[in-house]
């Protein structure tokens, strides 16, 4: 239980996407893979697809992301994507794994969203899976030219931002 007394859940994308998928198969809804949207119309509800054809469906649902065609035509005026100037390493790691290291345990015995804050980045860590995994996102300044979102990780850039370093102040015994 959190603060206000209500159980915190979260789930992995792909099985949210599961749960939504099965949902709608369940209820007979025609589903279309591998096509291109450039254009939506709120009015009849349709959707453009690159190939030129176009979909009436009863409800069009604009969940596209950073580069969305569905957010200005939904509001109606220009709305460019405003970039939040971090840059997220994902990392996904096997809680068996994680058992391993005695000093780990409490991160998978006792679910919780845990939060590292540091200078210019911080990190964030919570269990998938029913336990079986545990998510880190590790936050800090984005280097990647504008409108690039996604590249493939420098690991040894990573391991430079946040690399642990040990501040000595006075009093401590290191003059």
Known sequence: MNTYSAPYLHIHRA???????????RLGVEIKLKSHVIG????????????????????????DGLKSVTREPLLGRKD????????????????????????LLS???TPAINF??????????YLLKGGD?????????????????????DLDEMRGIFEIKRVVGAGDGDE
């Not at 405003?82 to 290291?101: F, N, P, Q």
């Not at 590292?116 to 860590?125: E, I, L, Q």
């Open 116 to 125: 590292w804050m540091g200078p210019d980045s911080h990190a964030v860590g």
């Open 107 to 109: 991160l998978i015995e």
């Open 133 to 153: 995994l545990y998510n880190i996102v590790l936050a800090c300044p984005d280097t990647l030219p504008e409108m690039i979102n996604t590249q493939k990780a």
């Open 15 to 25: 099985d949210y996407h599961r749960v939504l998928v099965n949902e709608a198969r």
């Open 80 to 103: 460019p994507p405003r970039l939040t100037g971090d840059l997220a390493y994902r990392i996904i790691v096997k809680a068996s794994e994680m058992r391993r290291h005695p000093n």
């Open 40 to 63: 939506v119309d709120f009015a009849k509800p349709a959707v453009q697809f690159g190939d030129g054809s176009e979909f009436e469906a009863d409800l069009v649902i604009g969940a």
